[in-house]
């Protein structure tokens, strides 16, 4: 029998079997696909990233930045992985997503103390466990969870960006830039759509009209059987086309803020701009930044195609909705991920109402360092709100819940800074100054040195 079990072969839970199994522990890794897929998932590669393939910022003075790098300090895995497989992306850390799957797949399999296990888990197991079973978690285990904890479990709804041949586009229109030419390794990492006033008031009339797939008729096939509890958008992945429902000038203030970019064809200023992000190593193919949907494949088809230069786009994937579950953390969390409960028990990434791909791999790794702990008898890990990690852990366990949203990283979750400071960039370099400080005598404290991993 394993020393651990965790259950999840996401960024979660491939992150925290990794840690775990580098403290000499055995893990069993349970991953339920390919035998049984989810709504979302394509693949059976570990670590499958469903949404966007950006992993955010790589500026040192955003929040994105700082969990990045609080990450490579604590030794993870998977932001290793991510550099290994990294894409041209300005200022964002952008990977290849099959190349970054196979990667981490690779790395746990091979790992002399990690065994996956490909079956679904339908009940809680005994021993020391972390659940990182993620957004999609199964309808067994989703009530298995509900019955240990007397909650019902939160849910939302959230949104996949279709993606493009990259040979389809027509660059005599579109133009490759990035905002203010920042990051910019070549001529742009981005590819921009440019619109005129006319095309964009067009387009959103074309997207608050469009049909949509019956959220209903989804829940359904994914959920058939679970009690939904409350369901709602989160507000930080929203649908394009309910953007454009705020109103006529939401996205230009919005994912098509044109801010920082130039019509190099023109030489006019743009009204609204639509960016393409690189999605895969080769080049071949450019998913639409910010363009989540719930429209149907033939509107997806008939509505973006009306995007000046993606007259004639080959889709490869169109976007989709998917159903997000979250728990009740604030009442059920410990800021170590413990359950209240039972602290042999705990959870990590997307299920405790932390978003983002940094956050499930960040989540991931502490808890795979206090389960260590736990079975060793020792301290739990609660590292410092001023660090990103520990805000974030603090939030999603004090957070109150009838507001309670999940959360990425960013600088209003930590602690407030003295008065009198002046400007953004002043702020969030003291910020980050001040967490990264905390972090090395945290790690100091508690003797902890950062595993180099070989991605």
């Not at 893990?27 to 035998?35: A, C, G, K, Q, T």
């Not at 920042?182 to 921009?192: M, P």
């Not at 059987?225 to 709602?232: E, I, L, N, Q, T």
Request: some cysteine; aromatic content about 6%; charged content about 20%.
């Amino acid at each position: 029998m394993a020393d651990l079990t965790v259950v999840g072969g996401g960024l979660a839970g491939c992150e925290a079997a990794w840690q775990a199994a580098e403290q000499n522990l055995s893990v069993d890794l349970y991953e339920m696909r390919p035998l049984k897929m989810t709504g979302a998932h394509t693949s059976d590669q570990l670590a499958e990233l469903v949404c966007s393939n950006s992993l955010g910022s790589i500026l040192d003075d955003r929040a994105s930045g700082l969990l990045k790098e609080e990450l490579r300090r604590l030794g993870s895995l998977l932001l290793e992985c991510a550099r290994q497989t990294a894409l041209p992306a300005g200022a964002s850390l952008a990977v290849d997503r099959e190349a970054f799957a196979r990667s981490v797949t690779r790395q746990i399999e091979d790992h002399p103390r990690i065994r996956v296990i490909r079956s679904e888990i339908t009940e809680i197991p005994s021993g020391p466990t972390i659940i990182a079973s993620g957004p999609l978690t199964s309808e067994k285990l989703t009530r298995a969870i509900q019955e240990l904890t007397g909650q019902d479990g939160l849910s939302f709804y959230d949104a996949i960006a279709p993606v493009v041949t990259t040979e389809s586009i027509n660059m005599d229109v579109a133009f490759r830039a990035s905002r203010f030419g920042k990051g910019e390794l070549s001529e742009g990492d981005y590819i921009n759509c440019p619109f005129d006033k006319t095309q964009y008031q067009a387009f959103v009339a074309a997207l608050q009209t469009a049909e949509r797939i019956p959220l209903r008729e989804f829940e359904e096939q994914i959920r058939q059987g679970v009690k939904a509890g409350m369901d709602r958008y989160f507000e930080g992945c929203l649908p394009v086309e309910i953007i454009a429902e705020r109103g006529s000038g939401s996205l230009a203030f919005g994912p098509m803020r044109p801010i920082g970019l130039n019509n190099p064809h023109t030489d006019r200023h743009c009204h609204a701009v639509l960016q393409l992000r690189q999605d895969n190593l080769a080049g071949s193919l450019y998913n639409l930044v910010g363009f989540q949907t719930n429209l149907t494949f033939p509107e997806q088809k008939r509505v973006f195609r009306m995007v000046p230069g993606l007259e004639q786009a080959e889709f490869v994937r169109y976007g989709q909705m998917h159903r997000n579950t979250f728990i009740a953390s604030p009442m059920l969390l410990l800021p170590s991920l413990q359950l209240r409960q039972r602290p042999d028990l705990l959870f990590a990434g997307q299920i405790t109402g932390v978003e983002g791909y940094l956050g499930n791999i960040a989540t991931g790794l502490l808890a795979g360092l206090n389960a260590v702990r736990v079975i060793r008898g020792e301290p739990v890990l609660v590292l410092p709100p001023a660090c990103m990690l520990g805000a974030l852990c603090h939030y999603i366990t004090s957070a109150e819940l009838k507001s309670f949203q999940p959360m990425k990283a960013n600088f209003g979750i930590l602690p407030p800074l003295s008065p009198g400071l002046r400007g953004r960039h002043e702020r969030n370099a003291l910020h980050v100054e001040l967490a990264l400080t905390q972090l090395e005598l945290f790690m100091e404290q508690f003797g902890l040195i950062a595993v180099e991993p070989h991605a």
